[in-house]
């Protein structure tokens, strides 16, 4: 079936640790977004790319890193520098009118 | 800059009864507009869409939007509610030019059987 995989599901890491979440869609589509959702803030942008070996900043990129080396993938890295990493993490990928969400990964840091 | 705002952060109704979720957004210029729903343990999914024509938008699940340009909002409405839809409800602005969909903060509905 077609659509987005994120993997893992769930991840618990140490502070000072970075993790890298993966993303892999087999959709065909060139953009691809990475979305952070917390409990009353919605959603909110981190990265997107919407071409290979291109991406763009979000709203809140501090303390993150994406790379899009193939069209199919799109892995985001939370560094330690990230001040707040335990969040809820989505990805998703784009054709005009309309997004499609991974199941998403949901990151504690301990 | 682009923002979206939803004005109700938790709506309870019981079943049968009628839903109005307000959001309204700023842009200066032509926007696509959406509404995801994500239901308990399951992914954003697409309720509906708004590029042109037709501001009455039907969606999903008898789920309809209306696009009030001059009011800038696109609030989403159900006749009648069921327990089923007891999920959280996104707004989303795309403006023609960005690449990228703004998100509201998301209304979570209950809906009491």
């Known amino acids: 079936d077609g659509g987005i995989t994120q993997s893992p599901k769930y991840l618990f890491r140490k502070e000072g640790q970075n993790v890298t979440l993966s993303c892999e869609q087999n959709?065909?589509?060139?953009?691809m977004y990475w979305y952070r959702q917390d409990p009353g803030q919605g959603l909110r942008l981190i990265y997107y790319?919407?071409?290979?070996?291109?991406?763009q900043k979000g709203d809140i990129a501090e303390g993150y890193s994406v790379s899009r080396e193939k069209k199919e993938s799109f892995p985001l890295t939370v560094t330690s520098a990230q001040k707040n990493p335990t969040a809820f993490y989505l990805c998703?990928?784009?054709?005009?009118?309309?997004?499609?969400f991974g199941e998403g990964s949901r990151l504690t840091v301990l | 800059a682009q923002s979206v705002s939803q004005h109700n952060h938790h709506v309870i109704l019981s079943e049968a009864a009628s839903l109005e979720l307000g959001c309204n957004y700023s842009?200066?210029?032509?926007?696509?507009l959406f509404w995801y729903v994500q239901y308990p343990g399951q992914h954003l999914q697409l309720l509906l869409k708004?590029?042109?024509?037709?501001?009455l938008v039907k969606g999903i699940k008898g789920f309809e939007a209306e696009f009030i340009k001059s009011k800038f909002s696109f609030n989403l409405r159900k006749p009648s509610v069921q327990w089923s839809d007891t999920a959280e409800y996104f707004c989303?602005?795309?403006?023609?030019?960005?690449?990228?969909?703004?998100f509201g903060k998301g209304t979570k509905l209950s809906v009491k059987p």
């Open positions: 989303a602005v795309k403006g023609r030019s960005q690449g990228n969909l703004i």
């Open positions: 708004y590029f042109s024509g037709d501001p």
């Open positions: 998703a990928s784009m054709v005009p009118g309309e997004l499609f």
């Open positions: 959709l065909n589509h060139d953009a």
């Open positions: 842009y200066g210029g032509t926007v696509n």
């Open positions: 790319s919407q071409i290979v070996n291109d991406f």
